[in-house]
Structures are given as structure tokens and as C-alpha cells.
């Protein structure tokens, strides 16, 4: 049975250099999930119009379920991208549409229907009241084996009540290494290696058993109850990184539900993430060295 995804937050294009590119991480995290084999679904807002309609069709077009993606008055997200040395920074235009995610009836219904193996749910999409209020009832009424809490930080966009309270509820917590110390300032008033943040995080916040510190090209840190593993990647040739983090979030994700191993999961992560810095875009095709890999590592 395939593995059931649930991600939450914003659906936005990235407009880099005058061109239009889908994105949002909860998009990206659920395409590349839908391209590993999950079945993906997004609960979203778009505007009604011609960027939603866009973006409805791709997220089709990506094998993502769209039956709890909402349309509203507001515009449908857009974000100026500028590469400095194809490192991005974001400017993220306010009163998008994702800003207003509201969950109907039917809606709610729908998700507590289902038994999810993974909620995906990131701070960004919880800088407006009526989104927060929404991914809050979503955390405390859908039934699920995991909640992956993806930090990503973005300008002014965060707050420590929104880092609390989605940590109460998160299993796997992902952050880079650019975030730990902006979070244990906010979280604990002081600075922190890392391993000692992923320390007092896991025994503040009860159900979090698995940490993973993302360092770029230097690779990955990931912590669980009683281990610390490194693990640094291939080198790769990078012609832009965007969307990288998302794809190691999705490969470490769909590897770890499948084996229950962190080293194979997050080897496999490292991997997809290197092909996508070699490639354009965020959700570019897999190539048929990588699906191999996918699938040894799988077996």
C-alpha cells in the first residue's frame, strides 16, 4: 500500500529572473514524496486566477491529490528569487492566497477519513492567523504515524509560539544549520552546537525522536534518542539550490517510513538532493541512474 502523504502550507511560484517557476516547500516535499511512490495530497490555497489555474494543473501534472486545495479572493503566491552564486533569497509578497487557508467542513472530513503516514508542516505558511488556526486543527485532528516539521525559516516569518507549538506535535524535525542558532536563541536564550540543541530539544519536547541538521555541501547531521550520525555527499556540480531541501526532506522521509533505517534514509536523501543542485528547477525529472538508485536502495 502506498505510503499516505499529507502536507500543509503555501503553493506560491518563485519568479527568478523574470520566469515563472512553481513552488512552495509543501509543493515541493509533496512531489518529489509522489515521485518516490507515495500518494500525495496538499491542503492549500490558490487564487482564482490564471497563476491558480496554473497551479492547480501542475500540481496535477506532479501526481498531487488537489481534492483539499482551496481557492479564494486573494492572489494566488508569488516570491522574487534572486541567485547570488545560484544560492537564493526570497522576497515573499503578503495577503497571498496560502495566507488564508481555511479548511471546510468537507474538507475536515475528508482528512480525518484517512490514515496518514506523514504530515509535512513548515513555519512559513503559519505567519497569518486564519492559516495557523487551520494548521492547528489540522495537528490536533488528524490522525497520523509522523509529523515532519520542517523549520525553514524564512525573513521575518517566524515566531517562537509557532515554533512551540507545531514541536508539541512533530516527530522528525528538520533544520540547517543557518537556523540552529536563530532557534535556540528563541527556544532556550543562548547559543548551541548542534548536538547539544537536538539534546535539549528531544528532551523538551517529548515526541520528537528524530533531528536532522542539513550543513549544504558539508552533508547532514541527524540525531535520534541514542546516536549521532554524519553523513556528507557526493560532490555535485550545482547549477542552482533551490528546492534541494525539499527533495532530501521527501527522499529522507519515503526511505525512513519504508526501512526504519536513519543511515540508509538519509544516504538516499543526499543523493536525490545532489541530482536536484545538478539540475534545473526544483521538481526536475528523475534520471534513470537515479531511479536505480531508488530502487537498490529500496530492496
Do not use: C
Not at 509543493?27 to 507515495?38: D, E, I, R, V, W
Not at 508539541?168 to 524535525?173: A, M, R
Not at 536532522?212 to 547549477?239: C, H, N, Q, S
Not at 541530482?275 to 538508485?293: H, I, N, Q, R, T
Amino acid at each position: 500500500m502506498a505510503i499516505k502523504v499529507l502536507a500543509f502550507g503555501e503553493v506560491l511560484w518563485d519568479i527568478i529572473e523574470g520566469s515563472y517557476h512553481i513552488g512552495g516547500a509543501p509543493f515541493n516535499f509533496a512531489g518529489h514524496m509522489a515521485k518516490l511512490g507515495a500518494e500525495s495530497y496538499i491542503v492549500s490555497s490558490l487564487g482564482h486566477d490564471d497563476l491558480g489555474d496554473r497551479a492547480s494543473a501542475l500540481l496535477e501534472n506532479q501526481n498531487i491529490n488537489t481534492s483539499l486545495v482551496d481557492r479564494n479572493s486573494s492572489p494566488t503566491g508569488t516570491v522574487q528569487v534572486r541567485l547570488d552564486n545560484g544560492i537564493p533569497s526570497y522576497e515573499i509578497v503578503q495577503g497571498s492566497a496560502w495566507d488564508s487557508i481555511e479548511i471546510n467542513e468537507e474538507t475536515k472530513k475528508k482528512m480525518t477519513e484517512l490514515k496518514w503516514d506523514v504530515l509535512y508542516i513548515g513555519s512559513l505558511a503559519q505567519r497569518s492567523q486564519k492559516s495557523r488556526m487551520s494548521a492547528r486543527w489540522i495537528l490536533e485532528n488528524v490522525e497520523r504515524s509522523h509529523v515532519f516539521f520542517d523549520v525553514n525559516l524564512r525573513q521575518e516569518w517566524f515566531s517562537r509560539e509557532i515554533i512551540e507549538e507545531t514541536l508539541k506535535h512533530t516527530t522528525i524535525l528538520k533544520v540547517n544549520d543557518e537556523e540552529v542558532p536563530v532557534i535556540a536563541r528563541l527556544l532556550f536564550g543562548q547559543d548551541m552546537t548542534e548536538e547539544y540543541l537536538a539534546r535539549k530539544i528531544m528532551e523538551t519536547y517529548r515526541t520528537v525522536s528524530i533531528i536532522i541538521v542539513t550543513m549544504g555541501g558539508e552533508g547532514a547531521l541527524f540525531f535520534d534518542e541514542r546516536r549521532e550520525y554524519k553523513l556528507k555527499p557526493e560532490p555535485a556540480d550545482v547549477v542552482d539550490t533551490v528546492g534541494a531541501g525539499d527533495s532530501f526532506s521527501g527522499a529522507f522521509v519515503y526511505s525512513y517510513l519504508n526501512t526504519g533505517d536513519i543511515d540508509r534514509a538519509g544516504r538516499l536523501a543526499l543523493d536525490v538532493a545532489a541530482f536536484v543542485v545538478s539540475s534545473e528547477g526544483a521538481l526536475p525529472d528523475y534520471s534513470e541512474e537515479l531511479k536505480k538508485k531508488i530502487s537498490l536502495h529500496l530492496k
